[in-house]
């Protein structure tokens, strides 16, 4: 894809403050990831892809939100919230022990709270493509002339 840099320069510089407008958080560079380190989780990103895409009248029909992130039902489903509330204490406990006897290794190194499911999770790189060409396209699979 051939790009003038002017055109890759006001992109780049509309979608970061986009991003850090939405997040409230500095993009650091192109793999700057939207959930992951924006911490845009949910119906956060849902909607901030949604009004991206409208914004910019993007076809993304052959993108599958459910492979890049989790939707605020996989974040905050009920039997997790109740596993981690009940968990809590004895990882409260095993974080004060290891406060306190850094070497010492606690049972539970980890929180009990049930982990994510690991998902692609779009980047800031991801979103300038996609608007240089005008639909859901992932920077690896993009070249890029200048």
């Known amino acids: 894809m051939k790009v003038q840099f002017k055109e890759l320069r006001r992109t780049y510089i509309e979608i970061k403050d ?37 914004k910019h009248n993007l076809n993304f029909e052959k993108f599958d939100y459910s492979e890049y992130f989790e939707s605020e039902v996989e974040l905050f489903n009920g039997s997790d919230a109740l596993i981690g509330l009940l968990t809590l204490p004895f990882w409260i406990v095993a974080r004060i022990i290891k406060w306190i006897f850094p070497k010492v290794k606690t049972p539970f190194e980890n929180s009990f709270l049930p982990t994510k499911n690991e998902r692609t999770d779009l980047t800031f790189g991801d979103l300038i493509i996609c608007k240089l060409k005008g639909e859901f396209c992932l920077r690896k699979n993009t070249l890029v002339e200048i």
């Open 18 to 54: 986009y991003l850090e407008n939405a997040s409230g958080e500095n993009v650091n560079g192109l793999n700057t990831k939207i959930a992951e380190d924006l911490g845009l989780w949910g119906d956060d990103n849902y909607f901030l892809l949604e009004e991206f895409v409208k």
